[in-house]
């Protein structure tokens, strides 16, 4: 029914950029709320960044506002996550996710229905 596969996970130093990608396959693309979220062995996740595939709205996490940006390419069926300023608070493994409705707002931040397999990302000092 819907599948999501990240990529461009990697290590890189403080102060770097990387972009993660999203293939969100699933028949009404332009009806979902995708996001990306983050996880570090041992603490909770957290929401990182959402966007409505219809509209384009998104939504962020105080933490990186300023740093990240969510994007897409709706023809590619694609969501991105462009990272800057990256600094080791920013390891963990990110995962991409779904919701089969438009995005609601900040709550999309706390959790989705629908789950990748993540992507590891290590920032080094």
């Known amino acids: 029914q819907v599948e999501l596969v990240e990529s461009g996970g990697d290590s890189v130093q403080a102060g770097g950029s990387l972009r993660l990608s999203c293939t969100a396959r699933?028949?009404?693309?332009?009806?979902?709320?995708v996001g990306w979220f983050r996880q570090i062995p041992g603490k909770d996740r957290e929401g990182v960044a959402v966007?409505?595939?219809?509209?384009?709205?998104?939504y962020y996490a105080d933490s990186v506002k300023g740093r990240f940006t969510i994007s897409q390419d709706s023809a590619k069926n694609m969501v991105y996550l462009q990272m800057n300023s990256l600094n080791p608070d920013d390891t963990a493994m990110y995962y991409c996710?779904?919701?089969?409705?438009?995005?609601?707002?900040?709550?999309?931040?706390?959790?989705?229905?629908?789950w990748g397999k993540g992507t590891l990302v290590t920032i080094s000092s």
């Open positions: 699933y028949t009404y693309y332009s009806r979902m709320c």
């Open positions: 996710a779904a919701d089969l409705a438009p995005c609601l707002g900040q709550r999309n931040l706390d959790g989705m229905d629908f």
């Open positions: 966007i409505s595939t219809g509209a384009g709205t998104t």
